[in-house]
């Protein structure tokens, strides 16, 4: 219960003062107090953000203000205005993103670095990559990460299902050579990188961003560098070392 009140867009402390009001009843501000042990100045600050989320009315009774929570079933449509929020505030989002991207200087902007650790963390990562139109990437397939199964998963599936562009080059090894043997079309083009090239870390190269991934035994990281000149630099690279190949 208490999540889906936070969820709403209050914090713990209004969540708990949400659910013990619905216990409570219609009350003073100082009997709300009195239960939540916190002072009645305090008190007003969490009513009046609860009333502003729309959680909570107050009316007058014999002089007296009272509080008192929504009606539960009111929750739905409350969660059905934000539904409605929220696809509208999309709608202008898409609506203006080119406009956006044209006023905004680039250079304010960047350089901006981001570091990711821990597994879920990272999968986040990859879910920013296959936002992308497409990307080139050096890959060692070899690393035993579980991780790294969900980057083939996700991949595959993006390409498949965006029609993303896609260039790696994969360490010579047992699973670089099944990937290579299995992955490769003409939207997902995979080369096989001399024995001699050995890396354990995997960089991603895209549009506006380079990341790059390190997968140890007991922790995986990532960091994420957004600056489209480092982006085009590395890319630049790339494409000079695809064409010897």
């Known amino acids: 219960m208490r999540e889906l009140i ?9 969540a708990s003062t949400f659910l013990k009001m619905l216990e409570l009843g219609a009350q003073p501000v ?6 939540m042990s916190v002072p009645r100045p ?36 409350l969660l059905g205005a934000k539904e409605a929020d929220l696809k509208r505030t ?16 680039k250079l304010s902007v960047t350089p901006k670095v981001k570091f990711y650790e821990g597994e879920e963390a990272v999968m986040k990562v990859y879910e920013e990559v296959i936002k992308e139109k497409g990307f080139c990437a050096f890959v060692n397939p070899g690393v035993n990460n579980k991780v ?8 595959e599936d993006a390409i498949h299902a965006k029609k993303l562009k ?25 080369k096989v990188l001399p024995k001699r090239v050995k890396f354990d ?14 997968y140890d035994e007991r922790e995986v990281a990532a ?23």
């Open 201 to 214: 870390s995997d960089t991603i190269i895209t549009d506006e961003k380079v990341y790059m991934f390190s």
């Open 42 to 77: 305090t008190m007003y600050l969490i009513l009046e953000e609860l009333q502003k989320l729309g959680l909570v009315e107050q009316f007058d009774r014999n002089k007296m203000k009272y509080f008192k929570c929504i009606p539960v079933q009111e929750l739905e449509d």
């Open 148 to 155: 790294m199964q969900i980057y083939f998963d996700k991949i």
């Open 6 to 14: 936070i969820n709403l867009g209050t914090d713990e402390r209004g």
């Open 223 to 245: 960091v994420e560098i957004w600056n489209k000149v480092l982006a085009q630099t590395q890319r630049s690279m790339f494409e000079e070392l695809w064409g010897r190949s």
């Open 166 to 190: 896609v260039k790696e080059f994969v360490i010579d090894c047992k699973r670089g050579r099944e990937y290579f043997r299995d992955a490769n079309t003409s939207n997902h083009k995979i």
């Open 90 to 105: 999309r709608q202008l989002f898409d609506a203006n993103l080119s406009d956006l991207e044209a006023l905004e200087n």
């Open 30 to 35: 100082s009997v709300i107090a009195r239960y």
